[in-house]
């Protein structure tokens, strides 16, 4: 798991992201007397050089993996789909990654995706698709049965 660097006392404020990812913004810690920016053992970790990821790695997603070497084997870039059109042009080392879309579009390209056998990395496609099945039409002498019936009870 990447390390997470959090903010000085993040966790006595919901402001500065106790529980909340959004509001979780590094900032590095001043003061005269802060123990986190002398680095002391037992603080929070401060950002530094030393933490930067190696560069082949750097933007790029990795299989999961106990092992860490393994972790890099598997690294795909991640491309960003918003249409079927961008879904086409996903390669071999690549992985896709559904970007802000409708409930409807993403339906079209989950069905396209799995078809190509194409990976989605924010998304289990077949719990999507299986959550999401169209819904089968009613026949019109069914519908008129039941707005009888509705009729009726409020006739009553």
């Known amino acids: 798991m990447p390390k997470k ?37 037992g603080y929070p970790k401060v950002v530094s050089v030393g933490y930067k990821n190696p560069e082949e790695s750097r933007g790029k997603i990795k299989r999961r993996s106990a092992y860490p070497e393994a972790r890099n084997e598997g690294a795909k870039q991640p491309v960003i789909i918003k249409n079927v059109q961008e879904l086409e042009k996903v390669g071999k080392n690549q992985i896709a990654v559904i970007g802000k879309v409708g409930k409807k579009k ?19 496609v077949e719990k999507f698709l299986k959550q999401n ?13 039941v707005s009888e019936t509705k009729s009726e009870n409020k006739k009553k």
């Open 106 to 124: 993403k339906m079209e390209i989950t069905t396209i995706a799995k078809q190509k056998k194409i990976q989605i990395h924010n998304l289990n």
């Open 133 to 145: 099945k169209p819904k089968k039409k009613e026949k019109e002498s069914d519908k008129k049965e």
């Open 5 to 41: 660097f959090l903010r000085r006392t993040s966790s006595r404020y919901v402001k500065l992201g106790k529980g909340v990812k959004k509001n979780q913004k590094w900032r590095r810690p001043t003061g005269r007397d802060n123990k986190m920016r002398e680095k002391r053992r």
